[in-house]
């Protein structure tokens, strides 16, 4: 069993800050990457930032030099920083880890989501 555990949404006014952390936790013995999707009401689910268990971290263009991905793979553990919040970045924030089990092959293990409201 694979649990993954999000916390830290809320509702702020712009240029304010929030912070997510994620922690999974169960049989994974090998995680790939760790990271943050968002769904807005009536749009798809897009990548916002991740992080490989190399280092490797990847942001989507709009939140460049304001959200900062940290991943503790000791911990197990990722964190999102979000500054300068915007009404566009309101969304239902999915955690989401790629692992695999003992012989297993890798898979996809999301959180059940946290949402963010950004308003004046």
């Known amino acids: 069993q694979v649990h993954v555990a999000e916390s830290g949404g809320g509702w702020v006014q712009p240029g304010e800050s929030l912070r997510l952390s994620c922690v999974v936790s169960g049989a994974l013995t090998t995680i790939y990457t760790m990271g943050w999707y968002r769904q807005a009401p009536g749009s798809q689910r897009e990548p916002v930032a991740t992080?490989?268990?190399?280092?490797?971290?990847n942001y989507r263009d709009s939140v460049k030099g304001r959200f900062t991905i940290i991943g503790d793979n000791a911990k197990n553990r990722v964190t999102l920083q979000m500054d300068n919040l915007q009404p566009d970045d309101t969304a239902v924030y999915y955690c989401n880890v790629v692992g695999s089990k003992t012989g297993g092959l890798p898979t996809n293990y999301w959180g059940q989501g946290t949402q963010v409201n950004v308003s004046s």
């Open positions: 992080v490989s268990s190399g280092g490797f971290i």
